[in-house]
């Protein structure tokens, strides 16, 4: 198990630039891989992006990919989310979620067992 805590979400214009931040604890964190989820008022949350254990891959939603680019740092183990031209259809709560590593990048939140409790992001046009 593993404990994550999401920040760096606010209120930005449309085509400013945030970076989110998931920071876990425990100590096997850095075989886990970890997703990005997004859910907006009266919506499903959906998948975003996700990265592999070991950062070598990457999946990406087509609405954010060019956009959004997920990397992490498992000596502090944290995941980042850059998001970049961000526009008024990626306001959202954004969580983080993680799965032990098993060699797939699941885009379904029905996969990952751990989350954080979201960080708001507003894009005003």
């Known amino acids: 198990q593993v404990q994550l805590v999401e920040s760096g979400g606010g209120l930005v214009q449309a085509g400013d630039s945030l970076r989110l931040s998931c920071a876990a604890s425990?100590?096997?964190?850095?075989?886990?891989?970890v997703g990005w989820f997004r859910q907006a008022p009266g919506k499903e949350r959906e998948f975003v992006t996700a990265?592999?254990?070991?950062?070598?891959?990457?999946s990406y939603a087509d609405s954010v990919k060019g956009r959004f680019t997920i990397s992490r740092d498992n000596a502090k183990n944290t995941v980042y989310l850059e998001m970049n031209s961000l526009k008024p259809e990626d306001t959202a709560v954004y969580y983080c979620a993680a799965r032990p590593g098993d060699g797939k990048l699941w885009r379904s939140p029905a996969f990952y067992g751990n989350w954080g409790q979201g960080t708001q992001v507003t894009v005003s046009s």
């Open positions: 425990g100590r096997t964190f850095s075989s886990y891989a």
């Open positions: 990265i592999s254990w070991s950062g070598g891959s990457t």
